[in-house]
């Protein structure tokens, strides 16, 4: 894990160099600080940009796959301190399998919760069918679906 770290910083200071170099070259009075403010900000809009388009389609899907997204990211930021943890210091292994192996633990309570989910939700649709079945014997011109709420309702009170 140790080597992965070193393959990302030196990537990221040779793109450091690179930056400050042309910003020399085109003659910018740019600190490094100043730099940091510019290009971390427009990475940053970007990337708020991006994150809000994809959101708002989810959002209309489902607000569990945001949630999944955040958590992951959380995991992720959360795995990789804890093993730079160990490796400053000096507790523990810093491998990067560890942290693998911490996101898939996640991955793999989220499948387990995803399945129980939807376990239920099939049961549920199963006996709203029996019931709606039930109910359309009795009267079959009443309309039994007015008492459900839209889908829209639901979400947007």
Known sequence: MAEFFKIIA???NI???IIMDV???LGWQATDKDLHLWIIGIIGIISFFIVQFIFKRLA???IKSISFIYTFTLILVLVFAIEIQQGITGRGNMEFADAVAGINGFLLFFGIYL???LIFKGIKKIFHKRNNQSNSNDS???ENNEHLP????RYHK
Not at 150 to 153: A, G, P, V
């Open 10 to 12: 030196e990537i990221v």
């Open 15 to 17: 793109l450091h160099d």
């Open 23 to 25: 910003a020399s070259i």
């Open 60 to 62: 209309a899907w489902s």
């Open 115 to 117: 399945v129980i989910t």
């Open 140 to 142: 079959p011109t009443v």
């Open 150 to 153: 839209s889908r829209q309702s």
